[in-house]
């Protein structure tokens, strides 16, 4: 029989776009729950239960009442919120960062999708803290530039509709240096100290820059921009969702929404003997949010990783 998958939340971005990447499958079966009665939590709770896996694109606090919906002891859930992301008995959905991931992953009956920003951030310093070359008290700063689809339905209708002239310019938030995603980025990286962390959106529907910079003399490995590639560049050989561009990049210079569209992820190291930078590009709604989100269901479910995705 065929796996039954459901999303509560459907008609939220995240949601959405995991439906389109499923709509055409064979090998599930899409539940659907009438328009009608999508906010009845008798009938959620209905197909909470029925499903083999649940996708929960919901509100942090909506997600963890769908969580205590579920009496069904084989119901899996990946959860797309910030509710459960530093929650130890949650497997962490981030497969490329080690085989340990990737096996708690598969097995794992809760499982919590990472943020668009962490993603970017945790896609460069983890292997760095991994490997040695980063300290884990390195203080870190982090700016991260998203597409206004990063806010949600609210923020596109605000960018998409008659707007101001603030509306065409970035837009520096998070002003007091506490993020939702700054928790899940320091303890999944094993950092001492949180970093110093600016999101940023702009007038563009998707992609995302997130970028790291470093000093190299504070670096344990060869204390150059190579060096820091040669480690990424190892530790990513062979992924098929993450990659590592040469260095210094293929462009001179790096746009935000280079890979909208994608469910791929590619690092992009830059700068001399002194400084480093390592730019994450990636689609929000990919990579970052919805595309992550069906890579694990393919892992957690047994198909192979990039069924339904686009690299």
Not at 17 to 37: C, G, M, P
Not at 172 to 194: A, V
Not at 220 to 247: M, N
């Amino acid at each position: 029989m065929k796996p039954k998958v459901y999303i509560d939340g459907k008609e939220g971005t995240t949601g959405l776009q995991i439906y389109d990447r499923l709509a055409a499958r064979a090998d599930i079966e899409l539940l659907l729950i009438d328009e009608d009665k999508r906010k009845d939590p008798a009938e959620r709770k209905k197909f909470l239960n029925e499903a083999d896996l649940v996708f929960l694109c919901l509100p942090d606090d909506a997600a963890r009442e769908a969580v205590s919906m579920v009496e069904n002891p084989a119901t899996r859930i990946i959860d797309a919120s910030t509710a459960h992301r530093t929650a130890q008995d949650w497997a962490y959905g981030f497969p490329e960062l080690s085989q340990l991931h990737r096996a708690l992953i598969c097995k794992s009956k809760r499982v919590s999708n990472p943020g668009c920003h962490a993603t970017g951030f945790i896609s460069s310093v983890y292997p760095l803290s991994a490997m040695g070359v980063l300290p884990k008290d390195y203080p870190l700063t982090c700016f991260s530039l998203t597409g206004y689809s990063g806010g949600g339905k609210k923020m596109i209708a605000e960018y998409e509709g008659e707007k101001g002239g603030a509306l065409y310019s970035p837009r520096i938030y998070g002003l007091n240096l506490r993020h939702k995603h700054l928790p899940e980025m320091q303890l999944r990286c094993g950092l001492t100290r949180p970093p110093v962390f600016s999101p940023v959106v702009d007038d563009y529907y998707k992609g995302m820059a997130t970028t790291i910079s470093l000093h190299n003399d504070l670096l344990s490995c060869g204390k150059s921009a190579k060096a820091v590639w040669e480690t990424l560049a190892d530790y990513y050989r062979d992924q098929a969702f993450i990659h590592v561009a040469p260095l210094g990049g293929e462009t001179p210079m790096l746009a935000a929404n280079t890979l909208a569209g994608r469910d791929t992820l590619t690092l992009v190291v830059c700068g001399n003997e002194t400084h480093t930078t390592v730019t994450a590009l990636f689609d929000n709604l990919g990579k970052g949010a919805s595309g992550a989100a069906v890579q694990n269901m393919n892992l957690m479910l047994g198909f192979p990783e990039t069924t339904g995705l686009n690299l």
